[in-house]
């Protein structure tokens, strides 16, 4: 049973299949037309479709289209990929991008080359074969990346097979004299490389679009978990991490603490500097808390000015300390990027939990406390005990 397949027939399903691709992503970037990325990727499968179906009509229109301009292209797509899935990755550089730029200018400036001095259809196949799996190289951060999700190992994985193949590709059309390893001479070598190639590059369009539809599920995830304005978690998603924690603690028998806090005189720095420099301390106290805060602390915005903290395995003693440190890195500390200073009053509470525990009775005394910091003069903490209260500074 004969399993060659006509050459450009294969290569012409090949092209088909980056039309198609080419159709659906631009059905997609239609309605999003702010993507950069989507448009950076539509253009790459736009190049390599020309790419494809210029190799398919090689010996009925000039070798400058079907074999110069054909490879050109297909350069011209694959660094235009690789730039779209490390934007995806959002590890895309300026430097990075000067440098696809130039390696695609000098890449295809040397195919040129060797196609006027050199034309051997063997090295032709080799020095492309080495300039693709160069541009590819990148995504051994998909693979190896800390932050990589499972999805993109997967993807990575298999442009990693790709980078293999056309290595073994460039090196074996090196070392024989035949040109076996053309795409166009009938054999197995043809059949599985044409078809490995087709197979690959449908899977990585498909991964391609997943990856888009994942990094956009994990946008809705933060937006649904995050203030948009401080990054900190919004009140929800506080209260169900925190209440779990006290659930946690309460088997362990380790204690946590509580912190509750705002800052003094907020409405007259709105209403004196205006409600854009109020955001900007708003923003400037969320980073410098984030500083004095373990990993694992959660770190909530119940709205306005006012702010939550719950410290996992910290007693009175560390806790107080904690807020001390907060009070005096702000107590007349300016920040560039601020017309003045600011202070805060803080409440704070520390509880070893038992079962029946809830993050409501923890707000309600600490709210306590904040009053009575506000009360003592501003600017300090006030430690509260369930049913118990002690001012501490």
Known sequence: MNLFLDTKTIIL???????????????????????????TFLLAKCSQTIAWFCMVFRGEIPDFLSI??????????????????????NT???????IYLVLTLLSIIGFQLIVLFYNEENIRIAYS????????????????????????????SLYLLVIAATLVRGVTALLTTTVWTSLYTPGLYQLIFLLSIYLVTNLGNLGFVLLMKEKADHELIR?????????TLNRRIFTEKANQ????????????????????????????????????VLQDLTTRIKQHL????????????????????KDETDSNEVAEQIIQSLNGSFSRDLPMTYTISLGALTVIPDQHMQLETLYTTCDEALYKAKGNGRNCVFRSHIGVHNAVS
């Open 13 to 39: 399903l090949l092209g088909i299949g980056y039309l198609f691709t080419l159709i659906l992503i631009g059905a997609y970037g239609h309605n999003h037309t702010k993507g950069l990325t989507v448009k």
């Open 68 to 89: 110069s301009f054909a490879n050109s292209m297909l350069f011209i797509g694959t660094s235009l990929e690789i730039i779209a899935l490390l934007s995806l990755q």
């Open 92 to 98: 895309l550089r300026l430097k990075t991008k000067i």
């Open 129 to 156: 074969s080495f300039v693709i799996a160069l541009f590819l190289i990148p995504v051994y951060g998909m693979v190896l990346g800390k932050t990589t999700t499972f999805l993109m190992r997967i993807i990575g």
């Open 223 to 231: 937006l649904a978990s995050y203030d948009d304005l401080t990054g």
């Open 245 to 280: 924690y006290l659930t946690d603690y309460s088997k362990k028998g380790q204690p946590l603490s509580y912190l509750l806090f705002d800052i003094d005189n907020f409405k007259t720095i709105n209403d004196t500097y205006g409600h854009h420099v109020g955001d900007q």
């Open 294 to 313: 373990g990993q694992e602390d959660l770190l909530v915005r119940y709205g306005g000015d006012e702010f939550g903290v719950l410290m996992l395995g």
